[in-house]
């Protein structure tokens, strides 16, 4: 294929992705930014031989488009078709999965050496966004790199985070070292002149050592080439020859080299190029409920967190809110525009957010660290070392916990109830409607609570209908059965928390035609946990032959497990020296693949008709 040829191919490709990603839902906007980019990567290298690693994944649909899966893009991010990220199961052409920002340097490198172990030389490739740079592991990666190892970094910048050096000088030397005829000029002159006899190769080490002093002195204030990583660079990531002619020039260098191109998110398509925030993801169709078909409403819990914090922080000057490059996802764009002063944004550096927090709790401040559940993964050991260890408040806000949906199993939010539960001198509240949230969230910011890590976990999307229905109030423990049903009757009684309310509350309707009466006791504070109420509360139902545990997270590590034991150990699964039955639903040592909500709660037999036959074949 002629560069011409793969210049119309481009676009294309573009309105291939415009019409399919609009269809299936998915990170649009900076996939048509990195189309040269791919293309060109694919025209230099010689993957899978070459490993093309691209961080956090979700900017990798023309690498898919051009790697033998286009037969399968329709699929994408549906249950049982194609990832929306880099996933190595799914092609060869995938070296390394990610989900996560910032990992691309550390696995490049890791690659590059175990490859080198086996005899084996070739490049490994990092492609990164700019907004990757303000991850933490990038620096840890950096650090780490030789003069001797053979990784090319491509820094896709569309935002220009990482500044252009300034200067005529710096452009006229930027521009003239995009273009084919410098480096064929270049690399020939080098030969002519190392091929004289006696005074040739002294001669060209001379001519590299005053070129890179010069380079040096104009470009003194870039990173990379303080840090001995050869810089080239920048040019148009959206034109292609400019890019190819940078990508061969890399793979040429036998050294780390840096490729900065800067490309413009959502290029060929003026929606996504005008507001390329709006068009980072698009969704195929609203949210459902798990067990229902009621379109998600408006008013979610991230919106809710919003409102709340912010009138929180009319009545107390000392409250500042943190998030991690998600303002608007966490729902703080209304905050940050009314308290600019108190609204902090520490880029993709979890870890840097969370002992951020801690110092500003040190200070007298009251943080409220927002994040998805997924990403405080990262921050564990600052959340142990840092907050609960030091006796600190603060409020950590995580968003997108449970099952997530299409995004998939690296952004499902089921470990940080297993994560947290071991950790001293913290509070969770895992709310189930947008009442218990406001509850929680105002006793967790109210300035006379105990100085404690205030956890408040809850859902992407809008309340159950229905839940909110049975459960009206914001109680630590609560419980519901239909008017009417005499509680002696009650044969098993089901105990969860958080949106999975829904499908007990369905299962319990379903196993009622069949003439089994259950209970469902619902628990808004997970930690820590008021034994007495709940003792009362089972104590209503002292006839019962069960308890169901359900719960969408882990099982290993997770609530119902810590209930059980905790059961166990107070006698309280015991009745007249025979012990009632129990069996815990979760997510066992499994990892959950991408798909919409419904799919995903059928496959993890969390959907209220599992749970029914489940609770059937119990009592049997």
Known sequence: MTLSEAVSYCGEIREYLTEHVTDTGGHLASNLGIVEISVGIMRVFDPPRDRIIYDTGHQSYVHKLLTGRADAFPTLRTFGGLSGFTKRSESPYDPFGAGHCSTSLSAALGMLRGGKMRGDDHAAVAVIGDGAFSGGLVYEALNNIKKTDRIIIVLNDNEMSISRNVGLMAGYLNKIRTTDNYYKIKHKSERIISSVPLIGEPSAKMIRRVKNDLKMLILKNNLFEQLGIYYLGPADGNDLRSTETLLREAKRIKGPVIVHLCTKKGKGFSPAENDPGQYHSVKKYAECTPCGDKPEKKYTFTANFGRTVTKAAKENDN?????????????????????????????????????????????????????????????????????ALQELKGVIALDRCGLVGEDGPTHHGILDVSITLGVPNT?????????????????????????KVYIVRYPKGGEDAFTAECFPNADNVSYFIPEGTDPKSVRCVIITYGRITSSALEAQKLLAESGICAAVVKILRLKPLDMDELYRVLGVFANGEAYYFLEEGTANGGFSQYLVSTLATDGKLYRKRKMIKTKINAIFDTIVPHGDLK??????????????????????
């Open 599 to 620: 799919t995903l709660f059928r496959f993890c037999s969390l959907d209220g008709e599992s749970v029914a036959r489940d609770i059937t074949e119990l009592l049997s």
């Open 427 to 451: 509070v969770i509240y895992s709310p189930a409607t947008l009442c218990e949230q406001r509850y929680a969230l105002e006793t967790a910011l109210d300035p006379e609570s105990p100085d």
């Open 319 to 387: 409250l500042a809110v943190i998030t991690a490059a998600m303002c608007d996802g966490v729902g703080l764009s209304a905050f940050a525009k009314k308290f600019p002063d108190r609204m902090f944004d520490v880029g993709i550096a979890e870890e840097h957010g969370m002992t951020y927090a801690a110092g500003m709790a040190a200070s007298g401040a009251l943080p409220v660290f927002a994040l998805y559940s997924t990403f405080f993964q990262r921050a564990f050991d600052q959340l142990f070392h840092d907050m």
